[in-house]
């Protein structure tokens, strides 16, 4: 960009392209435009946090299963990466202000470092649902043989099984080892599964008559003249905690996609940075990429606390 | 001619405007407020607030990350020193996603029992 500009600086800024007035009108074009791709970028993601919203809002309990089945220190602690990944973003745009290339060149390199970690740690967790059978589709998990102390025979056996016991616990403590005591399942097939312990949050809404519309008929095996008797169906239920290891799934994939996108981008970014590209005049790339960086902070922002802490409350009752 | 460039740059426009961001302490400071909202939003959802009215929890850690969020775009995004221009599509950004919002949940919260599911 800054080469094209080259020939026309007999009466420009360097930098500056020879349609703009001057570097603040080229600035804020350019700003605009970044904008108008992250409003767009509001709506893809909003589009997905609409199907949450109507989903969660139909089968809360669910939701609340699906979400104490994610680690919270793990989702705690990519947040917080994020977040200093955010500041050394905001930090290099300052010292591109300052035309201070050493500085951009660390700044870049620190947060590439982060956006690795907050990869490597989301690495982690997907390996930790396809172990434990929460990846919703059917035969896309770890196939665990039969052979264990677990007797579960047919299918709708399998869909009961507790890998999680430790989990809530360790994250409600704060542990950074939640993987300790934990007991694996036979899961010949592969399939999406879920834990007995899942169930105790229907019941506590059915005791506690705060169950929806949607779940009264959603979790229920259907007695006499087709209505709901009140018997939790293991299966019906399931797959409404199928829904939300989807939700998740989707949106921290297309997150990652996104931060993956982002560190290519740094990269180039580092290169230019390295080539002294960026001065007090010319720093739009910096700040642009910035922004992006930026919003993909806010959407983990959003869903850190919508998928990993929806459902702890309910535990508190029980230990802690 | 690289000592014409120099005046120009001392008297740049772009300059002048970003010596009114909020400088190294106030980057740190902001991150600051970021990490104390995080760790803020993680303990508040071990605190079960559904008893004072249904949806507390979500109402709370909405409210924190909305705060995050404000934070985030008015300083680490310089969306406060931008022009009218910027503000605008911004703010437009976020109506349209709550008109998505409302719009889609003025169907399914209306909706009889049981017609979502079979």
Known sequence: MAHSADAHEHYHQPGLQHQFEDMKQQEESVSIGMWMFLVQEIMFFGGLFTVYLVFRSRFPMAFAAGSNHLDAFWGGLNTLVLIVSSLTMALTVYYAQKGNRNMQVILIVLTMIFGTVFLGVKAIEYTDKYNHG????????????????????????????????????????????????????????????????????????????????????????????????????????????????????VMTGLHAIHMIIGLGVMLWLLWKAWLGAFTAEYFSPVETAGLYWHFVDIVWIFLFPLLYLLGRHFLHGGGH | MAHQTEQQNTHSHAQEDHEEHIGIPGYLAIFGILVVGTILTYFVATIDLDGIFPGANTLVALLIAFTKMTFVVLYFMHVRWQSKLIWLTTLAGFFWLAIMFAFVMQDYLTRGSGTFTN
């Not at chain 1, 994250?171 to 010949?188: C, Q, R």
Request: aromatic residues 10%.
């Open chain 1, 134 to 249: 929460t990846v919703p589709v059917d035969g896309w998990n770890k196939r665990i043989p039969e052979g264990g102390a677990t007797h579960s025979s047919t299918a709708e056996h399998s869909a009961l099984t507790l890998p999680f016991e430790t989990k809530a616990s360790a994250a409600a403590a704060t542990d950074a080892e939640p993987h300790e005591s934990e007991v694996i399942h036979p899961n010949p097939q592969g399939r999406f599964m879920i834990e007995a312990k899942d169930l105790e949050l229907v019941k506590q809404a059915q005791e506690g008559k705060f169950l929806t519309d949607a779940e009264k008929i959603g979790y229920f095996s259907n007695g006499e003249g087709n209505k709901p008797d009140g018997q939790i169906d293991v299966a019906k239920f399931r797959d409404k905690v199928r829904i939300f290891f989807w939700i998740y799934f």
